[in-house]
């Protein structure tokens, strides 16, 4: 890993672009600049075009033969396939309102991270390709030519880009620049370029079920590794079964909970959860993944892996599916889901089994997020929550880019933290809800080799938080996203040291008060509750 | 060097010298009538062609990028407008963005402040210039429909005419009385055009197709304000023109030869700006309406969205994975469909 600056220094951002024409600027391929490449294993074992082993460090990409006709086939066929993409190449008058809400804009300065510039990357081939007048005036009218220059130019900047929508909500005609990253991955991916980051977890995906390769022996040992220590620290024994035919609900969430700190405080609270209401549940070890980085490859790739939902709890006979905190699983079940792999007709409209409430937004894709499963929980009063043991916590709320962009759920969790803990502020307005900022690592950037980029990206977040941590003296940062959970650990730690990360079902986890628990005298992390350490011994 | 705004200005110095000199060579007839027709019929046809090209291509998915909440538990207050789940909503959504740029209002300008600080500070000048140029312009339109029809029409009929102006001219200041709205409309154009070469970002991305309509406009609206106020063109013969253009039955070449070349100039320019229409980013007026971000309800989990191209796709089965792991299933006691 190449050596990150000091945050004194990175903050020192100057937004002026170079005098150069942005055509004319090559990007910049030195270490610690581009994520690796992924292998050629990683592309075959899912049967993407042209594997081979490349970097995107040497001078020849071993691009294949006929690569411009790739591209110039691929777009075509992109441009017959999705209204947003012809629609959005034809119609932005580069006003520059959407300029500076890119959090990797205002981190880098970096001009070709404007979202109208990197889009500009893609319509400047569009353009020469398919326009007349691109044609006829090319540099003038915005036109270049496709050369290798661009797809690296493409590989470079796509991968700046973690499809969070931001710059989609302040656009007047609602560009999309994420939408255009998708289809510029998808090309990307017909040239088999593409990272290591997204495509090993693809296939690992879908050869044993979850990104991370997790066997199923060792996904149940994982799981009852996490009973044993809710037992410990709540003396309630806690079942939960795998692929067991014929229960009501299905749960899913990211196997990065499985996984890592802090997001296994997480999974550790949903089994509580469940124990405690008596859900008829199973875990499943096929369809042991929330999330969904097909979504980064290519949306056949998506659906590929996200069928694995349905066909599971088609063969266990479920009622319907339980989804756990994840971003951009979320924006893949609630955009896409039932129109690539519905209609579920197998599964029933969602109801609540313990305040029967129906989930009326649910109702074709059968499938609820869980903040909105445990939100409905506490409004009827079926949670026995302490949220003073979560006194030691003074907490703010991070929006994850998908749930809050593309689908809208900002009150949920919000409604479920403030009766899990005491001290909750939000940060300010134009930092969270539908403006939120990304973590800076989504949509598959989430590697350790681009850690400057990342922490670049994650300024406008981290700077938020910074924010209410001087004025509440916030401590704790919640959210509903694995990634999140892996990737704000590191940016507190550079950008605002004191702040914690944490899944929004930890609290929970933490405040709920269970049938025949002892006296908590830890939280989920196992660390002594103020106040209750050493009570014994008085 | 702004090249690419150079090279609009060359273009238009040339268009307007066209304009300008060319129809006085005899061509009257061309420049006053015929082009006009081919330009709105280019302009017609241009707009009809690229909304079909649009509508050809389907949605596939239905992703409207979310603003507000989501609607979910009925206690829950959700966003009608700017998470809609309705037609209505979105249909008030679309209002929002068409009339009154609801997404240009939200800008906002990110800057650090005292070193360390990210600021976000409430950017209104590109909404109200935006607004103000559309407007004006649009104000501008309908007071021109007065060229197109006779005046018996425009009282009886068509008076919403008469009152634009009347209330154009609001201020009543001078004679002719000034009408605002011409103003306006240089104005705002000249404010969107000082922003192309003031502002570091945006001049980085302006194009030459950026630069080339807003001076085309600030022509058309420069020229016309010449003719109103300064030169004092004779109306009544533009309207006979213009009248017989829309009847089909154009006045005597002796009229034509009779008016001004600033008459001729300004029509040349509308026409440049109607042929170029088409075929420039100016269709984003239509794109606006096409956009899926947009104009679709965020309901896919209540109602199924049909993507016409569906794939089939490989999906690696529940039967393959057990086939891969059975023992591994087996001894850690987990249940499989087929015991070996
Ligand atoms: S806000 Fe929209 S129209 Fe304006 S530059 Fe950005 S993408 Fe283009
Ligand atoms: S989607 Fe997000 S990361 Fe991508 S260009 Fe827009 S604001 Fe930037």
């Known amino acids: ?538 | 060097m702004n090249l690419n705004l150079l090279f609009s200005l060359a273009a238009i110095l040339v268009l307007g010298c066209v304009g300008y000199f060319v129809p006085n060579a005899g061509l009257q007839m061309f420049f006053g009538v015929i082009l006009p027709y081919i330009a709105v019929l280019t302009f017609l046809c241009g707009v009809i062609w690229r909304v079909m090209k649009w509508a050809k291509s389907p949605v596939p998915f239905r992703i409207p990028t979310t603003c507000g909440q989501q609607q979910s538990l009925p206690w829950i207050k959700q966003n009608k407008i700017d998470n809609p789940s309705t037609t209505t909503g979105v249909i008030i959504r679309m209002f929002f963005e068409i009339f009154l740029f609801r997404s240009l209002f939200r800008n906002t300008k990110a800057e650090i402040k005292d070193g360390d600080k990210i600021s976000y500070e409430w950017e209104i000048f590109l909404w109200v210039g935006a607004l103000a140029f559309h407007y004006s312009f649009l104000t501008v339109l309908v007071r021109h429909l007065r060229f197109f029809f006779e005046d018996t029409l425009l009282k009886e009929k068509l008076f919403f005419v008469g009152i634009i102006e009347t209330l154009d001219g609001f201020f009543q200041i001078g004679l002719p009385i000034v009408l605002i709205s011409g103003f306006v409309l240089l104005a705002a154009v000249l404010f969107l055009l000082s922003r192309r070469v003031l502002n570091p970002q945006v001049k980085y991305i302006s194009l030459a197709a950026d630069y080339f309509p807003l001076l085309l406009i600030a022509g058309i609206a420069a020229t016309g304000l010449w003719m109103r106020y300064i030169e004092r063109v004779d109306v009544t013969a533009i309207k006979q023109i213009t009248l017989g253009i829309v009847s089909f039955n154009w006045t005597s070449i002796d009229v034509m030869k009779s008016v001004s070349g600033t008459f001729y100039l300004h029509l040349f320019f509308i026409c440049t700006l109607l042929i170029y229409f088409p075929f420039s980013k100016l269709m984003h007026a239509a794109g606006v309406f096409l956009s899926p971000t947009r104009n679709l309800a965020n309901n896919s989990r209540m109602v199924r969205h049909i993507n016409p191209w569906n794939p089939e796709v490989k999906v690696h089965s529940y039967e393959s994975y057990e086939n891969d792991f059975r023992e591994k299933m087996i001894e850690a006691g987990l249940p499989v469909d087929k015991e070996s």
């Open chain 1, 1 to 538: 890993m190449v050596d990150v600056v000091k945050p004194e220094e990175m903050i020192k951002i100057d937004p002026t672009p170079p005098s150069t024409n942005w055509m004319d600027v090559p990007p910049d391929f030195s270490p610690g600049k581009f994520p690796y490449p992924s292998q050629a294993k990683s592309l075959e074992a899912v049967g993407f075009p042209n594997a081979r082993e490349w970097s995107p460090a040497d001078e020849d990409w071993k691009l294949p033969e006929n690569w411009q006709q790739i591209i110039h086939e691929g777009f075509k066929e992109r441009l017959d396939k999705y209204r947003s993409l012809k629609v959005f190449m034809d119609s932005c008058v580069r006003c520059g309102a959407c300029a500076d809400k890119c959090h990797f804009f205002i981190g880098t300065g970096d001009p070709k991270n404007m979202p109208v510039l990197r889009a500009e990357l893609l319509r400047s081939i569009y353009r020469n390709d398919f326009t007349t007048i691109g044609k006829m005036l090319g540099k003038f009218a915005g036109a270049r030519k496709l050369t290798p220059a661009v797809i690296k130019e493409w590989f470079s900047y796509f991968y700046q880009c973690t499809e969070c929508r931001r710059c989609s909500v302040f656009c007047p005609y609602g560009i999309d620049t994420a939408e255009i990253t998708m289809m510029a991955r998808e090309l990307l991916h017909l040239l088999g370029l593409s990272i290591h980051w997204i495509m090993d977890p693809v296939s690992n995906c879908n050869r044993t079920g979850n990104h991370l390769g997790i066997q199923p022996q060792n996904f149940k040992e994982i799981i009852e590794f996490f009973c044993e220590d809710i037992e410990e620290i709540t003396g309630v024994t806690l079942n939960p079964s795998f692929n067991r035919k014929g229960a009501e609900v299905l749960f899913i969430t990211p196997s990065g909970d499985a996984f890592a700190d802090p997001g296994t405080y997480s999974f550790m609270g949903y089994l509580m959860l469940f124990e405690h209401i008596g859900l008829d549940y199973t875990l499943s070890t096929y369809a042991s993944e929330g999330g969904n980085f097909g979504l980064f490859t290519s949306s056949e790739m998506m659906k590929r892996l996200n069928a694995k939902m349905y066909r599971e709890a088609e063969r266990l006979g479920v009622k319907w599916i339980l989804g756990g905190e994840c971003g951009h699983m979320w924006r893949v079940i609630n955009q896409y889901m039932g129109t690539m792999n519905g209609p579920a007709n197998f599964l029933e409209a969602p109801v609540s089994p313990i305040t029967g409430t129906k989930f009326e937004n649910a109702r074709d894709t059968k499938m609820v997020h869980i903040a909105e499963f445990t939100a409905d929980l506490i409004k009827n009063n079926k949670l026995n929550l302490d949220p003073s043991r979560n006194d030691h916590l003074k907490v703010t709320y991070h929006d994850s880019c998908n749930p809050a962009r593309g689908m809208g759920m900002l009150d949920e969790p919000r409604f479920v933290l403030e009766n899990v803990c005491n001290n909750f502020h939000d940060m300010p307005e134009s930092t969270i809800r539908e403006n939120t900022f990304c973590c800076g690592s989504g949509s598959g950037l989430n590697t350790e080799e681009i850690m400057d980029l990342r922490l670049r990206g994650g300024l406008p977040r981290a700077n938020a938080v910074k924010y209410v941590h001087e004025k509440h003296g916030v401590n704790m940062l919640s959210c509903v996203c694995a990634i999140d959970r892996a990737v704000l650990p590191p940016l507190m730690d550079y950008w605002v040291p004191g702040v914690d990360v944490c899944g929004l079902h930890e609290l929970v986890g933490n405040a709920l008060v269970m049938e025949g628990e002892i006296e908590r005298e830890m939280d989920l992390r196992m660390e002594d509750l103020p106040g209750k350490e050493g009570d014994s011994d008085e």
